[in-house]
């Protein structure tokens, strides 16, 4: 009858993982479509950087430079002839210009959401950026109350762990949707509110997945505010009955990321 019991729980977490998984999936099966697409779907090319463009700018206004720097012309005006080539002239900024550009030197690459409206193939980086995320959370909080002993005695049991998971989140400018499964370690220890009652000491340990859906908040950078829901299913038995201390929970925190 156990090995029945256990058989069936495990298929009910076997199912649980594998629609969480098929939900993870469908929402990124969802945003490659371009779901998100604006109206306009008629290729575009991408638009070039800001700085990009007035390095070539100041490239095409040194290139045809024909007076020196105290303003005395070089030759004909428009000259036939460089006087003086242009590897050789010196590297002074025009009108503010840049006299170099290097991608290693100007932040990488522009944001994917800044490239503006260009296509259904650029659809979703004008909407925003998917990213994956790993990390370990904290959860303290949780009890269950109940009666326990002869006399009916007031007791809870508290749930306390640490969580590991793995998940994606969606960046909207500061606001970050996300779906995560994970695998978590939860102590449960029972207090009674009796001096009588001291037969009855709980302090257990037991390991579980979770899976969850939330959204988090950047206030400042690097530090997030996120709410989620997530489901735990941890059933215990400190004595003769089992007590199921898991299901859908609200959970509110703080976190840093790196």
């Known amino acids: 009858m156990n090995i029945k019991k256990k058989r069936a729980a495990l298929l009910k977490y076997v199912s649980l993982v594998l629609f969480f998984i098929l939900i993870i999936s469908g929402f990124l099966s969802f945003v490659s479509l371009g779901i998100f697409a604006q109206e306009d779907q008629s290729p575009q090319a991408a638009p070039l950087s800001k700085s990009f463009l007035e390095f070539l700018k100041g490239q095409e206004m040194r290139k045809w430079k024909n007076i020196s720097d105290d303003g005395h012309p070089l030759g004909?005006?428009?000259?036939?002839?460089?006087?003086?080539?242009?590897?050789?002239?010196?590297?002074?900024?025009?009108?503010?210009?840049?006299?170099?550009?290097d991608l290693r030197d100007w932040e990488k690459l522009p944001?994917?959401?800044?490239?503006?409206?260009?296509?259904?193939?650029?659809?979703?980086?004008?909407?925003?950026s998917l990213e994956l995320i790993v990390g370990v959370a904290y959860e303290r909080g949780y009890s269950k109350e109940g009666k326990i002993g002869i006399y009916g005695e007031s007791?809870?049991?508290?749930?306390?762990?640490?969580e590991a998971f793995l998940?994606?989140?969606?960046k909207i400018d500061k606001f970050y949707p996300y779906l995560k499964i994970g695998c978590g370690r939860f102590?449960?220890?029972?207090?009674?509110?009796s001096p009588y009652a001291t037969d009855y000491k709980v302090d257990h340990k037991k390991s579980t997945w979770t899976a969850g859906v939330g959204l988090?908040?950047?206030?400042?950078?690097?530090?997030f505010i996120s709410g989620e829901f997530k489901y735990i299913p941890l059933e215990v038995k400190p004595f003769e009955e089992v007590v199921?201390?898991?299901?859908?929970?609200?959970?509110?925190?703080?976190?840093?990321?790196?």
């Open 244 to 258: 199921d201390l898991g299901g859908i929970r609200y959970l509110v925190g703080i976190g840093f990321t790196f």
């Open 76 to 101: 004909l005006i428009p000259s036939p002839r460089e006087v003086l080539p242009f590897h050789v002239l010196p590297q002074v900024k025009i009108a503010g210009l840049p006299s170099s550009f």
């Open 167 to 170: 998940g994606y989140q969606f």
């Open 111 to 128: 944001p994917v959401r800044d490239q503006g409206n260009c296509g259904s193939c650029w659809a979703f980086a004008s909407f925003g």
């Open 187 to 193: 102590s449960y220890k029972q207090s009674i509110d």
């Open 155 to 162: 007791a809870s049991l508290e749930v306390t762990g640490f």
């Open 216 to 223: 988090k908040i950047y206030p400042v950078k690097y530090l």
